[in-house]
C-alpha cells in the first residue's frame, strides 16, 4: 500500500504500520476500533458494509484482529452480518454485547469457534436465554439494565485481555467513545459517495466529551485511505 503520513512512501508492509506498542491505560486493556465509512459518512450500503470494503480492507481487517485479544462487537452486527469465529486457530474470541441475547446459539459463531466465544450481558437479561450463552459460550455479567463499558473492559482485562478491538457497529461504538475509552480509531474512507440515511460509525444518545484524536498515518490503495488515529 502506499503511504501518503507520516512520511510518503511508495509501498509499505501494513503490518509494519499499525504496529503497536499498546499500553494498558490506567491499569485497563487498551481499546481499538476498526471501522469502514463512505467519503460523506455513511457506516453501510443498503443495510451493511460489504460495499464500502475493499481487499485491502479486508486484510487490514484481519491483520487488526490477529494483535488484538479479544474482538468486542454489538449484537445487531453480528445479526446484521451474520459473524461467525476469528479466522484461523489462533484468531481472538468474540465478545458479543446484548441485552435481549437473541442470539442464533446454533450458528459458527457458537459452535465453530475454537476460542469459546464470550457473550457480555447485564442482570436485566432473560435468565432462560443467560443460560443458553453460558452452554453455548462464556458470559460476562457487567451492569444491571444495561452493559457498562466500563465494567465490560474491566472484566475482559481481569480475564487477560491486554488489547481489545472494537468492530462497532454504531451503537456500541458510540458508547465507548462515550466511556471515554476509545485509545485508538482505524478508519477506512472508502470512495463512495451514499448519501441516505444510514448511520455514522459512531452514534447513540450518550455522546459525552469528544475524543481528541491525533492521525498517526495515511496509506491509500485504489482510492481507499486507511487512516490510524491515536488519542490525542
Ligand atoms: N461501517 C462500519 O464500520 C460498521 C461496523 C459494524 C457494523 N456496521 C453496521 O452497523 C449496523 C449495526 O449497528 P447498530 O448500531 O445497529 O448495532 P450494534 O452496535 O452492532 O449493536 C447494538 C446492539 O448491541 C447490544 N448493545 C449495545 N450496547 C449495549 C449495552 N450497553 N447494553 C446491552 N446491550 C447493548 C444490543 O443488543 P440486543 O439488541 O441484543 O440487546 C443492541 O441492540 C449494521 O447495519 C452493520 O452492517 C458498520
Redesign the pocket.
Known sequence: MRQLLPVPLPDVEVADVYAGPRPAPEGRPWVMAN???SVDGS??VG???AE?SSEADRHLFHLLRSLADVVL?????VR??GYGPARGAGGPPIAV???????DWDSRLFTEASAPTIVV??TAADAARRRRAEEAGEVIVA?ED????DRAVAELGRRGVAVVLC???????G?VVAAGHLDELCTTVAPLAVGGAG?R?AMGAGAGTPVPLRLVSALEEHDHLFLRYLRG
Open positions: 471501522v469502514v465509512a457506516a453501510v443495510g451493511r458494509t464500502l462487537v454489538g449484537a445487531n452486527t446484521v452480518e454485547v446484548s441485552r435481549s441475547l437473541e442470539l450481558t447485564c451492569g444495561h452493559v457498562e463499558i468492530e462497532g457497529g454504531p451503537c456500541l461504538l458508547e448511520p460509525v
